[in-house]
């Protein structure tokens, strides 16, 4: 007699359907309501894409969306080298892997309101370090006043904060390579760079790709540290994205046109997150082969 299948494992994940369920299926939902309706006189009309075409023809969402691609993929092509770079020079074995870990650590830890703080203070030219020191040597730095000083100072900002992220998932797919490979190539002769490139960098292939994803979405993110730095100026050198969109949502209340951007906002985020990821994954079979 056939024996039926024991469904009731499916008991332990249905907690973390329910929770999934509120709090992001039921959320979006409420989301792409908003996006297809207009609110009259507490009443709500049906308008289809209406909100849609006008964001993608808002000429603030499209300088919105030009600074947040460049901020973007700048943090990652400056994030990325510089975390593997890092995961190399640090120690393997002794009470100086602890030290250096915990160290280097230390920025991820600091809550985003207070990094933008931190920042806010250390490189204002006249109590804040930085400043001082930039503008002693004869150049004349503002990040209040200046937009490519705003925007190179929140630049800065991002690769501090985040570069750790990055370092501390390429040594841990570092450590986890066997030392079977490294005898391997000593006894084959190997200089360093052949290791890193036919060793080192294939196998941590699946930490950089999380790092990658990672970083593209919380940088294609970034809202407090920027809006305490700089508050999105001068002018709208430093708003971003999520910027206009919380001013849309909640300075102006116009919950349609923002339930439309919010919905752009996750769509592009969503597509660029595949890209990056089956880019990746061709890479690596093509390098596999």
């Not at 979006?28 to 909100?51: C, K, P, R």
């Not at 499209?62 to 190399?88: C, D, K, N, W, Y």
């Not at 339930?259 to 990821?277: D, E, G, N, T």
């Amino acid at each position: 007699m056939e024996k039926w299948p024991d469904h009731k494992a499916w008991l332990l994940v249905a907690p973390v359907a329910l929770v999934v369920c509120f709090s992001a299926i039921i959320p979006l939902m409420t989301v792409v309501n908003y996006s297809l309706q207009d609110a009259l006189g507490g009443s709500y009309f049906f308008v289809g894409t209406e909100w849609f075409e006008k964001m993608l023809s808002d000429p603030d969402l499209h300088g919105a969306l030009q600074r947040q691609f460049v901020f973007s993929f700048t943090a990652l092509l400056i994030e990325m080298p510089l975390g593997v770079a890092i995961a190399l020079a640090l120690p393997t074995r002794g009470w100086q892997v602890s030290l250096c870990l915990v160290l280097l650590a230390l920025p991820l830890l600091i809550p985003w309101n207070v990094v933008g703080t931190i920042w806010q203070i250390f490189g204002r030219g006249d109590i804040g370090l930085a400043g001082w020191a930039i503008n002693g040597l004869g150049i004349d730095y503002n990040y209040t006043a200046d937009p490519t000083d705003a925007w190179l100072t929140v630049m800065v900002m991002e690769v501090w904060h985040w570069t750790p992220l990055v370092a501390l998932l390429a040594y841990a797919g570092l450590r986890a390579i066997p030392d079977a490979y490294y005898q391997a190539a000593r006894i084959d002769g190997a200089s360093a760079w052949a290791v890193f490139r036919y060793i080192q960098l294939p196998k941590m292939r699946g930490v950089l790709t999380i790092a990658l994803l990672l970083r593209f979405m919380d940088s294609f993110k970034i809202y407090t540290e920027a809006f305490v730095l700089t508050g999105g100026g001068p002018g709208s050198s430093t708003t971003f994205l999520s910027q206009s969109l919380t001013r849309m949502a909640v300075g102006q209340f116009d919950l349609g046109p923002a339930a439309a951007f919010s919905i752009i906002y996750f769509l592009i985020i969503l597509v660029f997150c595949w890209l990056f990821y089956t880019a990746l994954e061709n890479m690596g079979k093509g390098a596999s082969k």
